[in-house]
């Protein structure tokens, strides 16, 4: 007797990206260049974001992952050009090396959150740029009316869901180790993730001090969940959290929330959104080919979890089993694994961790019967990463050494800038080429 298969979902990216001037610094406000890109490309292809010197792209979702991510491509290499014809550029990676004071937007909802987390911990989060994923959720289990999940009992769908909602966290260091771009924010070289310190922040980032250090429940890397009613518990709680953290700030919660949407309220790396997606928010932004080639990996693992119905079992499992198959169910390490030891290695290591690069590999293994051997060629320039044990931030890290730049003290202004520049100039030749790559396969 076959098993009736899932409707297949949709992918969908969003990627936030710095534009700066000719000196290499942040440009004051970016409202002038989505005007115009509005113009070419529709208003909802170009967004504004919380900083000011900030554009986000979002692709048109589709079943196929190539689709979208050509029309990624298409919006971001027009942003480039649009940009390059007022002598500007697109810094691609999260985080400015430089020491500069961002420009919030003044919205209603941003000055709360400022006002909730406080100036200092809100401006960490000004700096941190990322790259967001979107899988639509199992068909059935997202009442798209009430905006929220549907409780179901012995439901397959149901079961699919938390599977792809654990396996998401599981493969959480993975990504950002594949997308950091990240090694100097403020002038300092914390980690070669230093926006996963900033942003994330907590005790097991060791790094207090981020934006939701002493906020996880609301922005860190959450626990897995072994139930759907777990899931939905969480989501509660985390609204009741918010919403004593705006009574302490001295805002109405009422008023405030009133428009606000109940999924809006959480920041985690892995969560449900409004839209009926499961969203992975964790990684850095970066060229195109490094997002998309990350966006094909989880479209397949996604794909494979959800149209079999293979079900993500965490265990008592070393680095070493991780992502063993035995029939339809796939073993994953305890959440305490991922998220004390794996998310550190990542953000302060990468790949010259083992631990990464060996639980990177593991799950290379597992995924790759089901990716289509011709995506093969869109997804060497992701997987040559590990193959040479070095990411985009290695890259960055040597390039200011040979410049003699001291890494042990704060980077200067112009320094910081150099570097910025160095990279920007190159976004839209990384477009343009890899563009080029997609429209030559098969797919």
Known sequence: MSVRRLKKSLSGFEA?????????????????????????????????????????????????????????????????????????????????????????RKKRWYLIQQRVFGKDRFRKALLCAGFHYHYTLPRGIFDHKKGFLRVM??????????????????????????????????????????????????????????????????????????????????????????????????????????????????????????????????????????????????????REIQQDFHKVVPADITVEEAFKREGNVVYIPPHTTVRNILQRESAYNGFSSKKIRKYTTRFLRFIKPSLHKEYMPALKPLLSLIKKKKTVSDRIISSAKRKGFNLDSELSKKEAAEIALNWAYKTKKETIDYTELLEGLEL
């Open 16 to 104: 936030e990206f710095c534009i700066l001037d000719n000196n290499g610094i942040p440009i004051k406000n970016v409202d002038p260049i989505i005007k115009e890109c509005r113009k070419e490309l529709g208003r909802n292809r170009v967004k504004t974001e919380c900083n000011k010197s900030w554009i986000e792209l979002t692709s048109y979702p589709s079943i196929n992952v190539n689709n979208t991510s050509a029309d990624l491509l298409h919006t971001l290499e027009h942003v480039c050009e649009i940009a390059g014809k007022k002598d500007m550029y697109v810094f691609p990676f999260a985080t400015h090396p430089m020491r500069y004071e961002p420009a919030m």
């Open 153 to 302: 009992k012995h439901s397959k769908i149901k079961e699919s869901m938390m599977h792809s909602y654990n396996v998401a966290i599981a493969v959480d260091p993975i990504l950002t180790s594949f997308l950091q771009s990240s090694p100097f924010v403020d002038g300092r070289n914390l980690a070669k993730d230093s926006r996963l310190l900033y942003y994330r922040g907590g005790k097991q980032l060791n790094y207090p001090k981020g934006m939701y250090g002493n906020q996880q429940l609301l922005g860190g890397l959450p626990p897995y969940k072994q139930t759907e009613k777990d899931l939905i518990y969480s989501i509660r709680k985390r609204e009741k959290r918010v919403k004593k953290l705006i009574e302490k700030a001295g805002v109405n919660p009422g008023k405030t929330m009133e428009k606000t949407h109940t999924l809006d309220l959480c920041w985690n790396v892995v969560r449900i959104n409004k839209l009926g997606t499961l969203e992975l928010r964790g990684m850095d932004v970066n060229y195109p080919q490094y997002m998309i080639g990350a966006g094909i990996l989880l479209k397949f693992l996604f």
